[in-house]
């Protein structure tokens, strides 16, 4: 599955798979540290920052709805003549006092919306050729792509692991979309992996709070 350029709703995955992988990521990655750039959970649900060029963010409301809004500088919404409305044809149950915070900042580039199990978002112009989405969830479209992701990101922290681990990666991220994970999947995986030190406890943590272990919803 590949994420165009504007991004499309039919592009995404469910949002139940995108939640799983993202916080599957948030999970072996958590950067404790708010403002650090990086993936996250917290009370307001999943974030994705680089600090400068791309940042999201993902939240469940009731009845299996959920919202995606961030921005990534190639996105052109905002730059558009006239701008976009991300914002139109929207449903009232979207969380609108955070996403007008963002829109008076001018760092809101896409809000894409799921209900009933599909994804909306507001209706664009012909020619607007980026919105952002690709760079910045595209990563998610794919699982081998997420998993890239977080090998390469682990990498950074287990200098001494030679051996490709991608596999290891997507066999956790299958966990997580099966919301089967457990101490002993990230026990099993951090040994995999060579990650000795890594906190299991503080992992499985922020598995169970993200819901991945336990049937979807």
């Known amino acids: 599955m590949t994420v165009r350029r504007p991004g499309r709703p039919e592009d995404l995955p469910s949002a139940e798979v995108i939640w799983a992988r993202w916080a599957a990521l948030a999970a072996v990655l958590s950067t404790p540290e708010a403002g650090r750039p990086g993936y996250r959970l917290?009370?307001?649900?999943?974030?994705?920052?680089?600090?400068?060029?791309?940042?999201?963010?993902?939240?469940?409301?009731?009845?299996?709805?959920?919202?995606?809004?961030?921005?990534?500088?190639?996105?052109?919404?905002k730059w558009h003549e006239p701008p976009v409305d991300v914002l139109a044809d929207a449903p009232d149950w979207l969380p609108y006092e955070r996403l007008e915070d963002h829109l008076e900042g001018g760092e809101l580039g896409f809000v894409y919306w799921y209900d009933d199990g599909t994804w909306f978002r507001?209706?664009?112009?012909?020619?607007?050729?980026?919105?952002?989405?690709?760079?910045?969830l595209g990563r998610?479209?794919?699982?081998?792509?997420?998993?890239?992701?977080?090998?390469?990101?682990?990498?950074?922290?287990?200098?001494?692991?030679?051996?490709?681990f991608q596999a290891a990666c997507?066999?956790?991220?299958?966990?997580a979309e099966?919301?089967?994970?457990t101490a002993g999947t990230v026990r099993g995986f951090a040994e995999q992996i060579g990650w000795p030190d890594a906190d299991v406890t503080a992992i499985?943590?922020?598995?169970?709070?993200a819901g991945l272990t336990r049937p979807a919803r």
Do not use: N
């Open 140 to 164: 998610f479209a794919v699982r081998s792509d997420t998993a890239w992701e977080m090998e390469s990101r682990l990498r950074e922290r287990i200098p001494r692991a030679s051996a490709p």
């Open 42 to 77: 917290d009370d307001d649900g999943l974030h994705l920052d680089t600090l400068g060029s791309t940042w999201a963010a993902m939240t469940w409301r009731s009845d299996g709805r959920a919202v995606l809004f961030g921005e990534d500088q190639a996105g052109g919404t």
């Open 204 to 209: 499985t943590a922020t598995a169970r709070r």
């Open 170 to 175: 997507a066999r956790l991220l299958t966990c």
């Open 122 to 136: 507001a209706p664009y112009p012909s020619d607007l050729e980026d919105d952002g989405v690709a760079a910045t």
């Open 178 to 181: 099966r919301r089967a994970v």
